[in-house]
């Protein structure tokens, strides 16, 4: 399998990242000569920074790290014009499943990415490869570093090491400084077709046939969410209760309650994901700073700071992961009320939600076009609210209101 299988619908930037990973393997094997100060290397197609954009779901991340894998590829056959990323050598597979050496694949759970990280992945981008390849730093959330941790990256960015390549992955072009922007070559990825999102869960995840292809349809095309819908009954059941909420808000007490149970449904995720990471956190930690059995777990004097440090990141990734199952729910909400409007405009597209048909002529026969358009953009202006950091159950009763009143 190529490293690029899992890359669908981007044929565009695959080629470019192809012609790229030829040129950069030209320049390791002595058969192009290195640009100088960050310029392009190996005959233009390969330069030392690169920016992934694109919505999400549209596979920014996987196309960084399948162009990782390439970088990485020693495959015998790139000797007899074979393209670098065949997915099964040493360089390939290691890159692709976080093991090697001169690969550091970064994301985070927290809210943002500070200056403490940056500043030692800018420590590793120093390093010379350890394979004598390239050092590939794959920063999955760099719409997440704090203004501070940008400028700090810009220098590395600015004055790069002969032999690192940064990878960055974000949203929109506008999600990171103009001055790292100008410095990076910037691809932009679409979303994948719903066929071929659906045809990419049968393939490689055994998904039944008819569950992908539901799944892909309701997710518009975002591969990780049909993914998670395919695969987990409770986020099936956690979308089918948001679908049910432009029913529900007939009156105050309609809205307030609906907002609560969103809210609330949100809390449940971050709770879970506690469960599951946080006590095994907690317990490593423990036992690594010699909390030893049978003094109670007390643990030794002077680490007391080191499980606070815990604590709060574990904190901030709580309420991270309530944000984001708050945001999905909202995307979910958006995407019933674009079916509503394709409806009531007759437009051709085909609707997302087809298990929730009846529910959506209902609200469509029931409301004007303005009025969908009006309950779309409150659904907008509470996703902003809840960036500003607005409490979420105050930001999510004023979106439910909205959505009544049309």
Same mark, same amino acid.
């Given at each position: 399998?190529?490293?690029?299988?899992?890359?669908?619908?981007?044929?565009?930037?695959?080629?470019? /990242?192809?012609?790229?990973?030829?040129?950069?393997?030209? /320049?390791?094997?002595?058969?192009?000569?290195?640009?100088?100060?960050?310029?392009?290397?190996?005959?233009?197609?390969? &330069?030392?920074? !690169?920016?992934?954009?694109?919505?999400?779901?549209?596979?920014? %991340?996987?196309?960084?790290?399948?162009? %990782?894998?390439?970088?990485?590829?020693?495959?015998?056959?790139?000797?007899?014009?074979?393209?670098?990323?065949?997915?099964?050598?040493?360089?390939?597979?290691? #890159?692709?499943?976080?093991?090697?050496?001169?690969?550091?694949?970064?994301?985070?759970?927290?809210? #943002?990415?500070?200056?403490?990280?940056?500043?030692?992945?800018?420590?590793?981008?120093?390093?010379?490869?350890?394979?004598?390849? !390239?050092?590939?730093?794959?920063?999955?959330? $760099?719409?997440? =570093?704090?203004?501070?941790?940008?400028?700090?990256?810009?220098?590395?960015?600015?004055?790069? $090491?002969?032999?690192?390549?940064?990878?960055?992955?974000?949203?929109?072009?506008?999600?990171?400084?103009?001055?790292?922007? #100008? @410095?990076? @070559?910037?691809?932009?990825?679409?979303?994948?077709?719903?066929?071929?999102?659906?045809?990419?869960?049968?393939?490689?995840?055994?998904?039944?046939?008819?569950?992908?292809?539901?799944?892909?349809?309701? &997710?518009?095309?975002?591969?990780?969410?049909?993914?998670?819908?395919?695969?987990?009954?409770?986020?099936?059941?956690? @979308?089918?209760?948001?679908?049910?909420?432009?029913?529900?808000?007939?009156?105050?007490?309609?809205? =307030?309650?609906?907002?609560?149970?969103?809210?609330?449904?949100?809390?449940?995720? %971050?709770?879970?994901?506690?469960?599951?990471?946080?006590?095994?956190?907690?317990?490593?930690?423990? $036992?690594?700073?010699?909390?030893?059995?049978?003094?109670?777990?007390?643990?030794?004097?002077?680490?007391?700071?080191?499980?606070?440090?815990?604590?709060?990141?574990?904190?901030?990734?709580?309420? @991270?992961?309530?944000?984001?199952?708050?945001?999905?729910?909202?995307?979910?909400?958006?995407?019933?009320?674009?079916?509503?409007?394709?409806?009531?405009?007759?437009?051709?597209?085909?609707? %997302?939600?087809?298990?929730?048909?009846?529910?959506?002529?209902?609200?469509?026969?029931?409301?004007?076009?303005?009025?969908?358009?009006?309950?779309?953009?409150?659904?907008?202006?509470?996703?902003?609210?809840?960036?500003?950091?607005?409490?979420?159950?105050?930001?999510?009763?004023?979106?439910?209101?909205?959505?009544?009143?049309?």
């Amino acid at each position: 399998m190529a490293v690029w299988d899992d890359l669908v619908g981007q044929d565009r930037v695959t080629e470019q /990242l192809s012609a790229a990973a030829r040129d950069a393997d030209a /320049l390791v094997t002595g058969a192009a000569a290195p640009g100088e100060g960050g310029a392009p290397v190996g005959g233009g197609s390969m &330069t030392h920074a !690169w920016l992934f954009t694109g919505p999400p779901g549209s596979g920014r %991340a996987t196309a960084a790290r399948a162009f %990782a894998a390439a970088l990485q590829c020693v495959s015998p056959d790139r000797a007899h014009g074979g393209m670098p990323g065949c997915g099964f050598c040493d360089g390939c597979h290691t #890159s692709l499943v976080g093991t090697h050496a001169d690969v550091e694949i970064v994301r985070t759970d927290q809210l #943002s990415i500070g200056v403490k990280e940056t500043r030692d992945l800018v420590r590793r981008s120093q390093l010379s490869p350890a394979g004598g390849r !390239w050092q590939v730093i794959v920063l999955e959330d $760099a719409d997440r =570093l704090t203004e501070g941790a940008g400028n700090v990256l810009l220098k590395a960015v600015e004055e790069p $090491a002969p032999r690192t390549v940064w990878l960055l992955c974000t949203p929109s072009l506008e999600d990171v400084l103009p001055t790292i922007r #100008s @410095r990076c @070559r910037s691809l932009t990825l679409r979303t994948p077709p719903v066929d071929a999102v659906a045809d990419l869960l049968a393939r490689r995840d055994g998904i039944e046939p008819g569950l992908a292809a539901q799944s892909a349809r309701a &997710t518009q095309g975002h591969i990780d969410r049909a993914r998670r819908l395919a695969t987990d009954e409770r986020a099936r059941a956690r @979308r089918a209760a948001v679908l049910k909420l432009p029913l529900r808000v007939d009156d105050i007490g309609g809205c =307030l309650k609906g907002a609560q149970e969103l809210v609330d449904a949100a809390a449940e995720d %971050a709770k879970q994901v506690a469960e599951e990471v946080d006590t095994k956190e907690t317990e490593e930690l423990r $036992a690594a700073l010699g909390a030893a059995a049978g003094t109670g777990g007390r643990l030794p004097r002077g680490t007391a700071g080191v499980m606070k440090d815990l604590q709060d990141r574990q904190k901030r990734r709580g309420t @991270r992961t309530q944000r984001d199952s708050l945001d999905l729910a909202l995307v979910d909400l958006t995407g019933f009320y674009r079916d509503v409007l394709a409806m009531q405009l007759g437009s051709p597209i085909a609707i %997302a939600n087809v298990d929730v048909e009846d529910a959506l002529r209902r609200v469509a026969s029931g409301s004007r076009p303005e009025q969908t358009l009006r309950r779309i953009e409150a659904i907008i202006e509470c996703r902003r609210a809840l960036d500003r950091n607005v409490a979420p159950l105050l930001a999510v009763e004023a979106m439910t209101v909205a959505l009544r009143a049309g």
